[in-house]
Structure formats: structure tokens, C-alpha cells
């Protein structure tokens, strides 16, 4: 039934698929580098411009969050919390992230029933609007770790709608 010839075509077949997926994956890696070869290091080959300046610099030449804060508008905040209505809910219950209800003077890390990943804790012990900013500025950079996926809100007046909303809940 099963001879050589078969066998070595078996063996052929697994080779030539190998060959093809290693072949595959140096493209992708050609691609995908500003620099090839080996021991080279690896760096973004394009950049999405998303409007938000990376660097402490940059962030610094806005207003400062306290002034926009004394000022911020709850009608447009509500607008802005459209982006978190895919994982969050203002209810009472848990989506793919916790309630946010209520959130504004809160612990961290303090939802019944919602499983949180413990990298919260870095950012305080309680949702101050201080606290909200610095986090929903840049959620993995404010606590790494975090289970939120969210990149982030660029803009001061974004986040100071959006947490005058959420203390009006």
C-alpha cells in the first residue's frame, strides 16, 4: 500500500509547505522593518498619524487640565463618552469593561464582579478627575498592564467634557 515513492512524496509535500510558510515570513519581515537583515533592530515602518503628539513636550504646551476643567461641558462630554459605549455602560452594569456610573470619586479597582487585571492601582486609589485625565490621556502608558485597550484621548478638552459628564451621572 504505502511504498517509497509515496512516502517521499509525503515528505516533499511537509518540506515544500515549511518552505513556503518560512518564505512567507520573511516577507512579512521585509516588509514590515525600516532595516532587514540579521541582528538588525526592528522599527515601525509606517506611522498612523492619530493627531496626538507623543513626548512629554508636546502634552505640556496645551492648557493645563484645571483650567479646562472649571470649564467643561457636560453636552459635549456625552458626546465624546460615544467612544467608551462599546465596553462601557452607565447602568449599573458591567460590558467588556466596568460600569462608569458613578466613577468620579470611586476606588479603583472597586466594581463588584468585574475582574480587573491589578494595573489600575499604579494611577491612585481613587477616581479623582486628576486621576481620570492622567489615565484616559493614555490608558496603557498611565497604568501598564491594563486589560483596557483603548489608546487614549488626545485632546485636554476631550477628557474634561467627557469626566464632567461622568460626575454628572
Not at 24 to 33: F, I, Q, R, S, V
Not at 55 to 68: D, Q, R, S
Amino acid at each position: 500500500m504505502f511504498d517509497t515513492m509515496t512516502m517521499t512524496k509525503v515528505l516533499g509535500g511537509f518540506c515544500g509547505a515549511l518552505l513556503v510558510f518560512l518564505l512567507g515570513k520573511w516577507a512579512a519581515e521585509e516588509m514590515y522593518t525600516i532595516s532587514g537583515g540579521h541582528g538588525a533592530e526592528h522599527a515601525q515602518a509606517y506611522v498612523i498619524d492619530t493627531g496626538s503628539a507623543e513626548g512629554g513636550a508636546a502634552a505640556a504646551e496645551g492648557p493645563a487640565f484645571e483650567e479646562v476643567f472649571a470649564s467643561a461641558d457636560a453636552g459635549a462630554g456625552a458626546r465624546v463618552f460615544n467612544k467608551c459605549k462599546a465596553c462601557h455602560k452607565i447602568d449599573g452594569s458591567n460590558a467588556t469593561g466596568p460600569h462608569l456610573d458613578g466613577v468620579v470619586g470611586r476606588a479603583i479597582d472597586s466594581v463588584d464582579g468585574f475582574g480587573y487585571s491589578g494595573a489600575l492601582e499604579q494611577v491612585g486609589e481613587t477616581w479623582t478627575p486628576e486621576n481620570l485625565n492622567h489615565f484616559l490621556e493614555n490608558p496603557k502608558g498611565a497604568a501598564p498592564g491594563t486589560k483596557m485597550s483603548f489608546a487614549g484621548l488626545p485632546k485636554v478638552e476631550d477628557r474634561a467634557n467627557l469626566i464632567a459628564y461622568l460626575q454628572g451621572l
